[in-house]
């Protein structure tokens, strides 16, 4: 008898692993109502941050996964489905900006400080996983009015360029497609795709973009335009192909496939606010980007670079 009392310590590990697993829960449960109870404003910060961590953590073990496939099966970037691509695109960005927090929080008691700059600046600071979902709504708007801002200068630009233009047909469609837009009225896929050859060399072909021209266009691709031009119309570029790749990879999946916040997202990277926007109005303002990408080759990104701001302000719901 005491021999088997001895041999079966198993089922008592477990027990007391359950006993104790379930009196975390129920600890933690009490807590949170506290929490909730007493300081519900921090509470909202609290569940938010930890929410953020386990999405993060769960990006990154993705992002690994990805990277391995990738590895193992020698694939390009390029060459992996519309979804894997966006992950990886997106989990970079994120990372880029949690970089910046390691680095300023390594001096001494310097975490206390990070601690209080990522409460007053969520927006500048943090990734969207440790928003709110009131944040989420008021941030984009904010990216969205920053962006805003540029397009009368690129438009301007854009009529600067045209005594420029050596071809008097295509000086006629750059001239029409400015003052359709000064007038408000959304311009079609063709008025856009005319004028591709202007893009593709002088004077507003990628390399003939000047200082000024970068500087405006990193603003409307949300990139930051305090680097010296040769770093920003780098940045454009590689910021553009990867657009392009992703619209192939799209355009090979289906708008049809999307969810509602998948189409979201894709129009907003594009220059379209589309928190304001219906879910089908999204959809076939993507379509309209689709054609247009599709349609060009890699020496034309310049205009899809341009597309950002041409395709998105006038349209339907954009304007208050």
Known sequence: MSSKLHLSPKPDVKSI?????TKTKVING?????????????????????KGLQMLWADAKKARRIKREMWKHNVKFHQLSYREME????????????????????????NYLVFLLMYLFPR?????????????????????????????????????????ISDAGLRWHMTELCTKIQRGTHP?????????ECFSNHPLGMNQLHALQTKALSRAMLLT???????????????????HQLDKALAKLGINQLTAQEVKSACY????????????????????WL??????????????????????????????
């Open 225 to 243: 335009p305090y680097l010296p031009s040769f770093v920003l119309r780098h940045r454009l570029k590689t910021h553009t192909t990867v657009i």
């Open 188 to 196: 079609a896929i063709h008025d856009i795709l005319a004028l591709r």
């Open 30 to 50: 009490k807590y949170h109502r506290f929490l909730d109870r007493h300081f519900p404003r921090f509470y909202v910060l609290y569940t938010t941050f930890m």
């Open 17 to 21: 692993m359950s006993y104790v697993v």
């Open 291 to 320: 054609k247009i990408s599709c349609s060009l080759k890699e020496a034309e990104l310049s205009l899809l670079l341009h597309n950002v701001v041409l395709l998105s302000i006038n349209y339907i719901g954009t304007r208050r």
């Open 269 to 288: 990277l594009r220059g379209l606010n589309s928190t304001l926007i219906a879910e089908e109005r999204c959809r076939t303002w993507l379509a309209e």
């Open 124 to 164: 500048q600071l943090l990734i969207k996983h440790f928003w709110t979902p009131k944040q989420q709504i008021d941030f984009l708007d904010i990216y969205h009015a920053i962006r805003k801002h540029s397009h009368p200068e690129i438009l301007c630009y854009l009529e600067k360029s045209i005594p420029l």
């Open 87 to 110: 992950h990886l695109r997106q989990f970079r960005r994120d990372v880029t900006k949690c970089l910046f927090l390691g680095i300023i929080s390594i001096p001494p008691f310097a």
